[in-house]
């Protein structure tokens, strides 16, 4: 299954509509690609908030957010690997 694929269902799956066939394989992408494994768990916890009727826990998605955007930079970019948190 590839990331299209996956984005396709991803909301299904969460939902818990999607078939066992498809849950094991989109489970096995999640863990082999860390940007849609990123999606998921930001998908995840704005459900939760939802259930829970309050908002979503912005701290966890932003952190989140910002691992996804480091995940994401050009490799080989200046201080790839190495640059400092910012402040
Ligand atoms: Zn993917």
Not at 48 to 63: L, M, N, Y
């Amino acid at each position: 299954m590839n990331c299209l694929r996956v984005q396709r269902v991803l909301q299904s799956y969460l939902d818990g509509e999607t078939d066992a066939a498809t849950v094991r394989r989109v489970e096995a992408h999640l863990e082999d690609c860390r940007r849609c494994g990123l999606e998921a768990a930001v998908h995840r916890e704005i459900k939760a908030a939802f259930t829970r009727r309050e908002a979503p826990d912005r701290d966890a998605v932003e952190r989140l957010t910002e691992w996804g955007r480091s995940l994401m930079d050009p490799p080989g970019s200046p201080g790839d690997g190495s640059r400092p948190p910012r402040p």
